[in-house]
């Protein structure tokens, strides 16, 4: 994944625990493109790779990146050190924008929002409104007001915004009840925002329902099997609490890695034999053919055949 190094040229809050950066090229030059729905990897000070939803909608020649960072206190330090390290005129290391939630075409839209959630559907929505779409709702839920980044930008009469300290959960059955091929849901939030949707869209059109998570699925049955070590033969037994990753570890084998929760992919390994069961938000549909993130992804098969990067198979088109 190509790195660019960006400047830090305004920082904010926006409530309490989110953040508002905005990182710029030092010599001025215009930065790869994106749309909405696109994230990039940023390393914090602290050595962290996270991934951070652009919030605006971009286009051909941007000239900057926003992001907004939610301090996590449960988390492994990546939003600490944004917060805490992370000043006007800090230099950063960024990906180029990857997009694995893009917005297509659609009569309608229905974008449901969980707290920090809105930083990709924000984009989109600005893009839509802009351009004059008619027909685009807004369910934003949030903990309360004061926790709630963009508040101002969503009081129109296709907006929903619902805090739950004042009126408990949000019932999104009567939204989502009616099927409807004409419209496209979006929702982006918390795991338990994502499987409640996920849930209540079983009956619709599966290629309608667009889901972005923050981190890789964990709630899947993890099996045990055996992962072979490429480069020396070594086969090392992946029980089921255990990752590949902290298998191998185990056994002495070394592989880099950084957030260990399936959205950075600097744990990537490559596959040279075995299948996969991908757990991971970072991976593209055509590295997967080839390559395991190996903090939550496992084997489908019995036995997984791993290496490094550089054993990434060539007979691949």
Same mark, same amino acid.
């Given at each position: 994944m190509?790195?660019? #190094?960006l400047? &830090?040229?305004?920082s !904010?809050?926006?409530t ?20 909405? $729905?696109?994230?990039?990897v ?5 050595g962290?790779k @996270? ?6 909608? $971009?286009g ?5 990146y926003v992001v907004?960072?939610r301090? =996590?206190r449960?988390?492994r330090g990546?939003? !600490?050190s944004m917060?805490? /390290? ?6 950063l290391l960024?990906?180029a924008p990857v ?10 839209? %229905?974008?449901?929002?969980?707290g ?6 924000? !984009?989109?929505? #600005? @893009? ?7 027909d685009?709702?807004v369910?934003?839920?949030?903990q ?7 508040l101002?930008?969503? /009081? ?5 915004v ?7 959960? %949000?019932?999104l059955w ?8 004409d419209t496209?849901i979006y929702?982006?939030g918390p ?6 949707? @996920?849930?209540?869209t079983?009956?619709w *059109?599966?290629s309608r ?5 923050f981190a890789a699925d ?5 099996l045990p099997?055996?992962? &072979?070590?490429?480069?020396? $033969?070594l086969r ?6 255990l990752?590949?990753l902290?298998a191998? @570890?185990? =056994? ?9 929760a ?5 744990? *990537?390994l ?8 991908? *757990?991971?938000?970072v991976?593209t ?6 390559? &395991?993130v190996?903090?939550?992804s496992r ?6 055949v791993? $290496? ?5 198979r060539?007979?691949?088109?």
């Open positions: 190509s790195e660019l #190094r400047r &830090v040229s305004e !904010a809050d926006l309490p625990t989110v953040r508002r950066f905005v990182l710029k090229d030092p010599g001025g030059s215009v930065l790869p493109a994106h749309e909405p $729905g696109a994230h990039v940023i390393t914090t000070p602290a962290h @996270r991934s951070y939803s652009l919030v605006d909608p $971009g051909a020649e941007p000239r900057e907004c960072v301090r =996590n449960a988390g990546g939003s !600490a917060h805490d /390290d992370v000043v006007v005129g800090t230099e960024v990906s997009n694995r939630f893009r917005l297509h075409p659609s009569p309608r839209y %229905l974008f449901i929002a969980g920090i959630g809105i930083t990709p559907i924000r !984009a989109m929505v #600005r @893009r839509l409104r802009a351009e004059g779409h008619p685009v709702r369910l934003y839920l949030t309360s007001a004061a926790e709630t980044p963009f101002q930008e969503f /009081d129109g009469p296709q907006d929903t619902h805090h739950s300290d004042d009126h408990g959960l %949000l019932d009567p939204h989502l009840a009616e099927p409807d091929d496209r929702c982006c795991a338990p925002l994502m499987q409640a949707v @996920r849930t209540l079983a009956h *059109r599966a329902i667009h889901l972005e998570q964990h709630t899947a049955i993890s099997f055996t992962a &072979v070590w490429a480069p020396d $033969g090392v037994d992946v029980p089921s609490h990752s590949l902290d191998l @570890r185990r =056994n002495g084998v070394p592989v880099e890695s950084s957030c260990e399936g959205v950075c992919g600097t744990c *990537r490559a596959v040279l034999a075995g299948e996969v069961e991908h *757990r991971d938000s991976l549909d055509g590295e997967r053919r080839s390559s &395991v190996a903090c939550v084997a489908a098969s019995a036995e997984l791993v $290496g490094p990067r550089d054993h990434l060539k007979d691949l088109p």
